[in-house]
Every structure is written in structure tokens, then in C-alpha cells.
């Protein structure tokens, strides 16, 4: 059976690659298209993003599974805090979403999304680094390496395949 990612960050296709890790499964990335905006500014456009990506990865990948992994941010009464979304797309079911870790960023991170930046580039300054978002991510500079990107999605991905797997065996049906 053969898997697709909507995204070629090495970042998200190793959380995908680890929570299919012992499944007879292909794995193949393709470029999905998010259909939201470079910097996704709410849960629902992130979500969004995460379900079209699904989408189109499972059509582009010729896959059973289309999955969409999306970053993006949302405003709370705390600040702008950061927020991850996923989603599974499997033939004959409705997409799966599951979302991550949060925390909140710095206000500076903050006004530089608000007048319009995305959040890699802004993070490669601030971090001093190149392409964070494809390594430790935003995540890894702010805990200080507890977690990084990859382990974020991975949690992401763990909530997907569990949900995928019970469906699968209670016949798609929610109980």
C-alpha cells in the first residue's frame, strides 16, 4: 500500500516515515498544494491546509493515504501561539485531523507575522540560522532543542494512525 506526503521538509516526511515504521508501507512526498496562505494565521485555515495537502498527496502519489502536515499560528487572549495541524485522507473515509503542541511565541516573532512575514524566514533570522523550518523548526529554537519539528508532527501523525487504525477496526463508525 503506498503513503503520501504532501510536502518534500525532510522534517515532516521523517514523523511520517517513524509512525508508519514497521507497516508494510510505501512512502513516497510529493508537492501538495495547501490552498491557504503561506502563513496560515488560524486553526482553520492550518487545518484546511492540512486537509487539501492530504488530498492532493493521496491523488498526485496515486496513494491509499494522502497525509497533509501544516504549521501555522492563532491568536489567543496570551499572544500568538504556534500550532500544528494534520491530516489523513484514506479512500472511503472522511478526513482525519489531529493537532499538536502549542506554545507561544515572542511578541517580535508576533509583529513580524502580523505585518505579513512567514514564519521560516522570520525564524532563520531571528535563529541566526538557515532553514529551520526544516530542521529543529520554530519549536526546537524555543524549547531549546527539547523537541523539534519532527517530533511535533510525529506526535501529530501518532494521533492520526490511532485514529486511523480504530476506524478501520470499529467499520469507520465513531462510537
Not at 62 to 83: D, N, S
Amino acid at each position: 500500500m503506498r503513503i503520501a506526503i504532501g510536502s518534500k521538509n525532510p522534517a515532516k516526511i521523517t514523523a511520517v516515515e517513524e509512525a508508519f515504521k514497521g507497516y508494510a508501507y510505501e512512502i513516497t512526498a510529493v508537492d501538495a498544494i495547501s490552498g491557504v496562505s503561506e502563513q496560515p494565521m488560524s486553526d482553520e485555515e492550518t487545518i484546511k491546509g492540512a486537509i487539501n495537502r492530504a488530498v492532493e498527496a493521496a491523488e498526485k502519489g496515486e496513494a491509499f493515504i494522502g497525509i497533509g502536515l501544516e504549521g501555522g499560528v492563532q491568536r489567543t487572549p496570551y499572544g500568538l501561539v504556534l500550532c500544528n495541524w494534520g491530516a489523513l485522507a484514506a479512500k472511503g473515509m472522511k478526513p482525519i485531523i489531529a493537532g499538536g503542541a502549542r506554545l507561544p511565541l515572542p511578541e517580535s516573532i508576533a509583529q513580524a507575522l502580523a505585518a505579513g512575514s512567514e514564519l521560516g524566514p522570520v525564524m532563520d533570522e531571528y535563529a541566526r540560522k538557515k532553514n529551520v523550518r526544516k530542521n529543529e523548526g520554530a519549536v526546537g529554537v524555543f524549547t531549546n532543542g527539547q523537541i523539534n519539528r519532527s517530533e511535533m508532527f510525529l506526535h501529530v501523525m501518532k494521533l492520526l494512525v490511532g485514529q486511523y487504525e480504530y476506524k478501520l477496526k470499529h467499520n469507520n463508525e465513531p462510537r
